[in-house]
């Protein structure tokens, strides 16, 4: 077999059905290969954006995405990519072709250092230098890139090895003595985090991606009923615990609801769950959860103290770590301190001034009620993230998908693709922003070439939503640069072969969505909303979660 045969066969091994790629002249034989195998390949429009397909699929699937470039630029094109699912702890393996080995470090035609490129936002890389180590380096990649913490795992293949003769062996049971997650809790960390709980009269559960990836959204929900305990969430743990329960918050941090913010600091302990403490979450971490005990349950033990203070660390997979608590806990009924909560979310409800110019969080709002809260949805970066992270109310997990970590502009039409090609037989929409969504727009094509009817729905305001809103409160309205010359976004989408439509007036935003999950392929709406419209509450850079604005 070739390097590239054993390299399709071991891929197969590992259940790839999907390779979201890009060829190029050093992949020629894993793509001279793939033209007989039984996988399917999503030619992207960018290697970028195979990375964020890739990304997109393994979040909405919760298996391992594949991406693949060539040398070169087509190698360093998936870095920002690859950067994205490190710092959100997404599976996946990017596999990119390199120059033959005799031509390695001589600066040759399209070569690049893309294992030290990486080296900083993979969990582990690998350049194969022999053909009989392929089938070990893809099985080794997998099992790291899905196992502990998730994360990008990248193979670099030089032409000589794809190309190359040997034969396939069977890996068998990996031996890898410098790689052993910790996935069962120990039990007196449990003991030690069941005493505070017990202990605790005014306790929030803070959750975040780790909930998700772990599959604990069950427990999660559990663990809150038995200490009737309210539960607020990251935006990576968003859909983690059910939006319409009533003992939700909502988000916290910057963009977090007022609820949520203060019950976190009035509480007297907060369990987080599958979080790392992000500033974004934390504001002024020296005043974040001032009365409050900590438990940090994290399968990462690096992210135990690493921004805040801990009292009880319990490092393990979320799943099992909720699942060996629960029986030492006991049932608690409603008190003063849920009545507190609830009268804060009577008195500080999400809402905005809905009147004149179509505003963006009627869009979404309305994509939910069409979808009936079921569809999947991504987002870009900006504005349009946080109205939806705040105003679609996510019921189920791997439901949103996002950009979170890394804010990477870009990310959602791409990443749509993934989860439409994971999820053919959901509905899928990019919420998108006027200036996010040009920076992969091209990924439009990919999307009509394989007939995915994947739902852009631009939030257009004429401007760099969120640079212009911190222009805005912090630099007396000074917009600078952040003004957009769109094009016409219709027509654009006519142009690549998708459908388009525009829309300007509230009473037309539902019958044009409903229009859209009906249409066979891609359908691109521009809603020309109210340009100067905020995402509130904020907590301004460097204040406390109890200092927010709106």
Same mark, same amino acid.
């Not at 997109?56 to 690859?82: D, E, F, K, Q």
């Not at 609830?342 to 709002?365: D, F, M």
């Given at each position: 077999m070739t390097g590239a045969e054993i390299l399709v066969k071991s891929l197969k091994e590992e259940g790839v059905d999907t390779i979201f790629g890009y060829p190029g002249g050093v992949v020629l034989p894993i793509y001279d290969?793939?033209?007989?195998?039984?996988?399917?390949?999503?030619?992207?429009?960018?290697?970028? +954006? $195979?990375?964020?397909?890739?990304? %997109?699929? /393994?979040? @909405?699937?919760?298996?391992?995405?594949?991406?693949? &470039?060539?040398? #070169?630029? +087509? $190698?360093?094109?998936?870095?920002? %990519?690859? /950067?994205? @699912?490190?710092?959100?702890?997404?599976?996946?393996? &990017?596999?990119? #072709?390199q120059v033959v080995t005799k031509l390695l470090g001589r600066d040759s035609f399209q070569e690049a250092d893309i294992t030290g490129i990486t080296l900083p936002i993979t969990k582990h890389n690998y350049l194969v230098r022999d053909v009989g180590d392929i089938a070990r380096t893809i099985k080794e990649a997998f099992y790291i890139a899905s196992t502990g913490r998730p994360g990008p795992v990248l193979v670099d293949i030089p032409k000589d090895v794809s190309a190359g003769a040997g034969e396939y062996e069977d890996p068998g049971?990996?031996?890898?003595?410098?790689?052993?997650?910790?996935?069962?809790?120990?039990?007196?960390?449990?003991?030690?985090?069941?005493?505070?709980?017990?202990?605790?009269?005014?306790?929030?559960?803070?959750a975040g991606g780790g909930v998700i990836i772990s599959g604990a959204d069950r427990e999660l929900r559990a663990l809150a009923e038995l200490l009737c305990a309210?539960?607020?969430?990251?935006?990576?743990?968003?859909?983690?615990?059910?939006?319409?329960?009533?003992?939700?918050?909502?988000?916290?941090?910057?963009?977090?609801?007022?609820?949520?913010?203060?019950?976190v600091c009035e509480c007297d302990l907060l369990i987080a769950v599958g979080a790392r403490f992000d500033d974004r979450v934390t504001g002024k971490v020296e005043s974040f959860a001032p009365e409050a005990k900590i438990v940090h349950i994290d399968i990462d033990p690096a992210e135990i103290r690493k921004n805040v203070r801990v009292d009880v660390a319990v490092v393990g997979d979320v799943k099992k770590v909720l699942a060996g608590l629960m029986p030492m806990l006991s049932a608690r009924v409603k008190g003063?301190?849920?009545?507190?909560?609830?009268?804060?979310?009577?008195?500080?409800?999400?809402?905005?001034?809905?009147?004149?110019?179509?505003?963006?969080?009627?869009?979404?709002?309305?994509?939910?009620?069409?979808?009936g809260g079921r569809g999947r949805i991504t987002t870009e970066v900006g504005q349009n993230?946080?109205?939806?992270?705040?105003?679609?109310?996510?019921?189920?997990?791997?439901?949103?998908?996002?950009?979170?970590?890394?804010?990477?502009?870009?990310?959602?039409?791409?990443?749509?693709?993934?989860?439409?090609?994971a999820c053919p037989d959901e509905?899928?929409?990019?919420?998108?922003?006027?200036?996010?969504?040009?920076?992969?727009?091209?990924?439009?094509?990919?999307?009509?070439?394989?007939?995915l009817p994947v739902n852009v729905a631009i939030i257009n305001n004429g401007f760099l939503g969120m640079v212009r809103q911190w222009q805005e409160l912090f630099y007396d309205r000074r917009y600078s640069h952040t003004e957009l010359a769109n094009p016409d976004f219709v027509k654009l989408a006519e142009a690549y072969g998708a459908k388009g439509v525009r829309v300007s007036k509230a009473a037309d935003v539902a019958d044009v969505l409903i229009d859209a999950v009906r249409t066979s392929g891609p359908v691109m709406m521009d809603f020309l909303v109210d340009g100067e419209e905020n995402v509130i509450p904020i907590v301004p850079p460097g204040a406390s979660l109890e200092e927010m604005i709106g």
């Open positions: 290969a793939l033209y007989d195998a039984d996988i399917r390949h999503i030619l992207v429009r960018h290697e970028q +954006g $195979a990375a964020h397909a890739a990304d %997109g699929y /393994a979040r @909405a699937s919760g298996r391992t995405g594949v991406c693949l &470039a060539t040398s #070169g630029p +087509g $190698a360093t094109n998936l870095v920002t %990519g690859i /950067a994205n @699912a490190h710092m959100d702890s997404v599976p996946m393996v &990017a596999i990119t #072709g049971v990996l031996n890898l003595p410098g790689y052993r997650p910790v996935c069962s809790p120990r039990d007196e960390d449990l003991r030690a985090a069941a005493r505070l709980i017990l202990a605790a009269e005014r306790p929030v559960i803070y309210p539960v607020t969430a990251t935006l990576m743990g968003i859909g983690g615990f059910p939006a319409d329960h009533p003992l939700y918050l909502g988000m916290l941090g910057m963009h977090g609801t007022r609820y949520a913010n203060y019950a003063a301190w849920q009545e507190k909560i609830e009268a804060w979310k009577r008195e500080y409800p999400l809402e905005y001034a809905n009147g004149g110019k179509l505003k963006p969080q009627t869009v979404i709002r309305e994509i939910y009620r069409v979808t993230q946080m109205w939806t992270a705040q105003f679609f109310p996510f019921t189920r997990p791997r439901s949103f998908i996002t950009s979170g970590g890394l804010g990477t502009m870009g990310y959602g039409l791409p990443a749509a693709i993934g989860v439409q090609a509905t899928v929409f990019d919420i998108a922003g006027d200036g996010s969504i040009q920076m992969n727009i091209q990924e439009l094509m990919t999307a009509v070439n394989y007939n």
